[in-house]
């Protein structure tokens, strides 16, 4: 019976890890809290009360600041660890 080839490169082995953790800043949880509850509110009020005078001038452009808010919560809720 035929003896099979050996193997000519060394089996790879991947390199050693050290294990960081990575934090979050301190001001990352708060805000991005703060940004939900403020685009929340703002969406709100506006569909509570729309003739106060800072919300009505803004008319459906109200709804664009709430989501704006929200997202932005979402977006640093994606860097938070």
Known sequence: MPESKT?????????QKTQE???SPRWLAPTMVTAWIIGILWIAVYYIAP????ISDLANWNLLVGFVFIIFGVVLS???R
């Open 7 to 15: 193997r000519k490169k060394a089996v790879y082995t991947p390199p």
């Open 78 to 80: 994606t860097r938070w």
């Open 21 to 23: 953790t990575k934090v």
């Open 51 to 54: 003739d106060l005078p800072g």
